[in-house]
């Protein structure tokens, strides 16, 4: 069992920046993919994005694109989405997710075995 703490968090106004961090109770954190997802209120939880094992391969959803970048520190079991350009409909409920069953990026929901708790982005206009 893995758990995912993730931190960072807050209310921003609209253009600026939030680093989120999620950190792995796993010591083989480099065996697993990683990704960051979002829920607003009334809503899906929807795919943010996606790094793969070796952080080589990128995934993005189109309207973070150029504004969010999400990188690994495996040697400190954590995961990071650095967040520009911050709009008010970015505003969700942000989780990170993990899985060993993969070496490239994955997207969907259901491709993760692993959750974190959730971290609160506000942003406001």
């Known amino acids: 069992q893995v758990q995912l703490v993730e931190s960072g968090g807050g209310l921003v106004q609209a253009g600026g920046s939030l680093r989120l961090s999620c950190t792995a109770s796993?010591?083989?954190?480099?065996?697993?993919?990683c990704g960051w997802f979002r829920q607003a209120p009334g809503k899906e939880r929807e795919f943010v994005a996606a790094?793969?094992?070796?952080?080589?391969?990128?995934s993005y959803t189109d309207s973070v694109k150029g504004r969010f970048t999400i990188s690994r520190d495996n040697a400190n079991n954590t995961v990071y989405l650095q967040m520009n350009s911050l709009k008010p409909e970015d505003t969700a409920l942000y989780y990170c997710?993990?899985?060993?069953?993969?070496?490239?990026?994955?997207?969907?929901?259901?491709?993760?075995?692993?959750w974190g708790q959730g971290t609160q982005v506000t942003v406001s206009s």
């Open positions: 997710a993990v899985d060993p069953a993969y070496y490239q990026p994955r997207t969907s929901v259901r491709d993760y075995r692993y």
């Open positions: 796993t010591r083989t954190f480099s065996n697993y993919v």
């Open positions: 790094l793969s094992r070796s952080a080589s391969s990128t």
